[in-house]
C-alpha cells in the first residue's frame, strides 16, 4: 500500500470521526464521543504512518525530503495538526463536543486534498530553494499554528451558537460548553497559534536570506501572513489589555481564521515565491 493510497483511507476515517461527533451534538447524544474519540486518534494515527510512509518513500525514490513541500503534503500536515491539537485538548478539558467543530475542518483538508482534480498527490524532488534544513522548522511551527488558529475559530463558532441561549441546559446547546470556558479556551489557542506563528515567520525570514539573500521581499504569502499576525495580535492586544471577551473576541478569531485561509489558499492565485499553485 503507498502513502497516497494510506491517506486516503485516513481521510474517510477524519469522515467517520466527524459523523460521529456531529451526530452526538445535533442529537444531543453525548455517548457517541466515546467512538467519536477513538476513531478520531485512529485518523491520526493512520495519518501519522502515511505522512511516515510517504517520507520513506521519497528516499526510496533517491528524491529524499520531509512530506511538507507542496499543496498535498501541507493539506495532510495541517489535518494531522489540528488532529494532535484537539486530541489534547479533550484529554484535558474533558468536553469531547468540541471535536464537531474541529474535526470537519481536518476532514475537509483531508478530502480537498486527496479527491480535488487539482491537486497532484505524485511525490516530486524540492526546488533548490527548498533544499534547506529550515523546511522542517519553518513549515511545522506554520501549520501549528494554522491548526490552532483552526480549533481557536471551531470553539469560536461554539461559543456564538450557545450565546443565542446561554442558559439552556437542554438539547444541541445545552451540551456544549459553558462560555466562559469556550472564551478561556479560544483565547489559549490563538496564544498557542500566535507564538508558532511568530516563530515560523521568523524562520521564514532566516530561510528566505539564505535561499535569495533577503530577509523580507514582500512577496504575497509574507505579506499576508504579516497581516494575520497582526489580526491575532490585536486579538491578544484587545483581550488582555482591553478586557475585551465573549463575542468580541470571537469574532475576531473568526476574523483571523478568514486571514489564515486566504494566506494559506489566497495567495496561490497571486504570483510570489510561496505560491503552491496547482501541485
Not at 521568523?202 to 494575520?228: F, R
Not at 486566504?262 to 510561496?274: D, I, M, S
Amino acid at each position: 500500500m503507498t502513502s497516497s493510497q494510506l491517506l486516503s483511507i485516513a481521510t474517510f476515517v477524519f469522515a467517520l470521526a466527524a459523523f460521529f461527533y456531529l451526530a452526538a451534538l445535533i442529537f444531543a447524544k453525548p455517548k457517541l464521543t466515546m467512538p467519536a474519540r477513538w476513531i478520531v486518534a485512529a485518523a491520526v494515527g493512520v495519518t501519522t504512518v502515511g505522512i511516515l510512509l510517504r517520507w520513506v518513500e521519497s528516499y526510496q525514490m533517491g528524491i529524499g525530503h520531509a512530506p511538507l513541500s507542496n499543496l498535498y503534503e501541507s493539506l495532510v500536515f495541517f489535518s494531522w495538526t489540528a488532529g494532535v491539537i484537539y486530541l489534547f485538548l479533550e484529554l484535558k478539558y474533558k468536553n469531547a463536543l468540541i471535536g464537531a467543530f474541529v474535526t470537519p475542518i481536518a476532514f475537509l483538508s483531508m478530502a480537498y486534498a486527496s479527491m480535488s482534480p487539482n491537486i497532484n498527490d505524485r511525490i516530486q524532488p524540492l526546488v533548490p530553494a527548498l533544499k534547506s534544513n529550515w523546511l522542517i522548522a519553518h513549515v511545522a511551527t506554520c501549520f501549528f499554528g494554522y491548526a490552532a488558529f483552526a480549533v481557536a475559530f471551531g470553539m469560536s463558532l461554539m461559543y456564538l451558537v450557545k450565546a443565542r441561549n446561554p442558559e439552556k441546559s437542554t438539547g444541541m446547546i445545552g451540551h456544549i460548553p459553558k462560555l466562559g470556558v469556550l472564551d478561556e479556551l479560544t483565547q489559549r489557542m490563538v496564544l498557542f497559534g500566535f507564538l508558532f506563528l511568530t516563530v515560523g515567520i521568523i524562520t521564514g525570514s532566516v530561510w528566505a536570506n539564505s535561499a535569495w539573500g533577503s530577509y523580507w521581499s514582500w512577496d504575497p504569502k509574507e505579506t499576508w501572513s504579516l497581516i494575520t499576525w497582526f489580526v491575532y495580535a490585536a486579538l491578544l492586544h484587545a483581550r488582555l489589555m482591553r478586557g475585551w471577551e465573549g463575542k468580541q473576541i470571537a469574532f475576531l478569531s473568526i476574523l483571523g481564521f478568514a486571514a489564515v485561509l486566504f494566506t494559506y489558499f489566497g495567495v496561490n492565485l497571486l504570483p510570489g515565491l510561496h505560491s503552491y499553485g496547482k501541485v
